[in-house]
Structures are given as structure tokens and as C-alpha cells.
């Protein structure tokens, strides 16, 4: 784990829910620090009984909606452009946005939801909503939906792991994805159960 790393790790240990909504807001901001570290030691605490599971839900969940307007305004403000000229000094890389506005380009407003579950693009896709103008209210409404199963995952894996939390940072995107698989089949599952119930409702 790097310099930087053991600072963020450090800021989390002395300030506790406070920062956990400072880093989520910078991450969700499209600073490059990795949700797995800032949750899942935020976690960890929770097993150490040093933060409460409702707490640090609370303040990574304000932090990251707060992280993610600033995007949203970023993208809205200043558009593609913008972001592409002096993204590079936030450390914001073309491709990660490219990855991103090709997401919101093929699914629309509902990429802000299911991205929010996904490495990478769960960083940036408030950039291209801002770009296209969503509505402020929509975005604010399917940020909190996508963000909060995701959040309350990594807190909860890390204190199921303990002093093994650093292994989130191994696993933490073929978690994500494999997080989003079992949410869609889940869905898939309920919308099929739930028009066969209907169904035979009508039949009746």
C-alpha cells in the first residue's frame, strides 16, 4: 500500500465519519481514490467498534451525493471540452470519461444507476450527465439508488473481513461486477415472477 494510501488510511483513523465523507466526495468527484480503501477500512472500524455500520452509511452516502453534484455541475457547466482541457491537472484521465459517456450514450440516465456498481464508470458517469442536461432531480434520485446498495456492500465486506479488509482491494472490481450480475438476474427473476402473478390474475 503506497504513501498516499496510508495517509487517506490516517485521515479516516483521526477524523472518522468526517472523513469518510470528505474522501467518498473526492472520489465521487472524479479524484482517483478507491472507494474499496475509504469503505472498506471505514468497515474495519465498524468491526473495531470504533464507527457504527448506520454512521459511516450515512457520511459515504452524503459525501458521495455531494462529490457527485460537483461532477454533475462540472460536466454541465463547463461540457466535454472542459473536462478534456484540464481534466489531466485532477488526475482525470480521457479514457476513463470516454468509458463513461459511452455508457450514458447507450443507456441514458439509467447508466447513472447501474453505474454506480461498476469500477470505473461509478467514478465518472456524473460527467456525462452533466454534459447532456439531465434532470438535476432524476440524477440526484438514481445517484442515491446505485450508490447506497454499493456502499452498504463494501462497508459490510469490510467488517465481515476484519483485519483482512485490504483484501477488498484485490477483489473489489470482479466483486463490483459480480455484484451488478447477481442484482440484474435478481431483477430479471422478479419481473418474470411478478407478470406471472399478474397473468394468472387476469386469467382468473
Given amino acids: 500500500m503506497g504513501s498516499l494510501s496510508e495517509m487517506f488510511l490516517g485521515f479516516i483513523a483521526d477524523w472518522g465519519y468526517l472523513a469518510v465523507a470528505v474522501l467518498m466526495g473526492m472520489e465521487n468527484a472524479c479524484i482517483p481514490i478507491p472507494s474499496e480503501l475509504i469503505l472498506g477500512f471505514a468497515g474495519y472500524l465498524i468491526f473495531?467498534?470504533?464507527?457504527?455500520?448506520?454512521?459511516a452509511l450515512l457520511?459515504?452516502?452524503v459525501g458521495g451525493l455531494l462529490?457527485?453534484?460537483?461532477?454533475y455541475e462540472?460536466?454541465?457547466r463547463g461540457g466535454r471540452s472542459f473536462v478534456d482541457k484540464y481534466g489531466h491537472y485532477f488526475l482525470i484521465k480521457k479514457s476513463h470519461v470516454d468509458l463513461a459517456q459511452n455508457w450514458f450514450d447507450k443507456y441514458g440516465i439509467?447508466?447513472?444507476?447501474?453505474?454506480?456498481?461498476?469500477?470505473?464508470?461509478?467514478?465518472?458517469?456524473?460527467?456525462?450527465?452533466?454534459?447532456?442536461?439531465?434532470?438535476?432531480?432524476?440524477?440526484?434520485i438514481y445517484t442515491i439508488l446505485g450508490s447506497l446498495p454499493w456502499t452498504a456492500l463494501i462497508l459490510w465486506a469490510g467488517m465481515f473481513l476484519g483485519e483482512s479488509w485490504k483484501y477488498l482491494l484485490k477483489i473489489g472490481h470482479e466483486a463490483s461486477i459480480a455484484f451488478v450480475v447477481i442484482c440484474v438476474v435478481g431483477a430479471a427473476v422478479w419481473y418474470?415472477?411478478?407478470?406471472k402473478k399478474q397473468k394468472k390474475r387476469h386469467l382468473k
Fill in 48 to 55: 473495531a467498534g470504533q464507527m457504527t455500520f448506520s454512521g
Fill in 59 to 61: 457520511y459515504g452516502m
Fill in 67 to 71: 462529490g457527485s453534484w460537483f461532477a
Fill in 74 to 76: 462540472v460536466g454541465r
Fill in 110 to 140: 439509467k447508466a447513472v444507476f447501474f453505474s454506480r456498481m461498476l469500477p470505473v464508470v461509478r467514478t465518472f458517469i456524473s460527467l456525462p450527465a452533466g454534459f447532456a442536461h439531465v434532470d438535476f432531480k432524476k440524477f440526484t
Fill in 192 to 195: 418474470f415472477c411478478y407478470h
